[in-house]
């Protein structure tokens, strides 16, 4: 039933990844659509930028290269992917040079974080990749 789901526009980097704009306590940022990523992260130098309140935690995120990071949450008030509206929305926070300095060397603008499976399993998320088009259930 496509009625009962928010469809969201994505486009791809020459790179192949998926990439949306998404809206932090109204404020535009750019996200890569990460479907192996366990949760949605933000880039750790960007917290002052959102307005973000981040609560100190022990977390660490283990990567597919097996390596631990520190990760710290917060709590954005409002996170919007388009017209598909999350309150209250418990989002990680954690170094994302990597993934950043490795598109700088394509020539691709740095991006604000990574949309993972804690919202692509909330809204059921369906990717119709021959369209670019992320469906999320309201």
Do not use: C, P, W
């Not at 932090?24 to 479907?35: C, E, S």
């Not at 917290?47 to 283990?62: G, H, P, Q, R």
């Not at 290269?65 to 919007?80: C, P, T």
């Amino acid at each position: 039933q496509k009625r009962d789901y928010t469809a969201i526009q994505l486009k791809k980097f020459v790179t192949g990844h998926l990439y949306l704009t998404v809206q932090i306590n109204n404020m535009d940022a750019v996200f890569i659509l990460d479907t192996g990523a366990g949760a949605t992260v933000i880039d750790d130098k960007r917290e002052s930028k959102f307005e973000l309140n981040t609560l100190i935690t022990d977390n660490k995120a283990v990567g597919v290269g097996g390596g631990n990071m520190a990760l710290r949450q917060s709590i954005v008030n409002n996170f919007k992917i388009q017209d598909y509206n999350i309150n209250d929305f418990k989002i990680h926070l954690m170094n994302l040079d990597h993934v950043n300095n490795a598109l700088k060397r394509v020539g691709i603008e740095e991006i604000d974080g990574v949309i993972g499976a804690d919202i692509l399993l909330k809204g059921k998320a369906i990717i119709d990749y021959e369209n670019l088009v992320l469906f999320l259930k309201r």
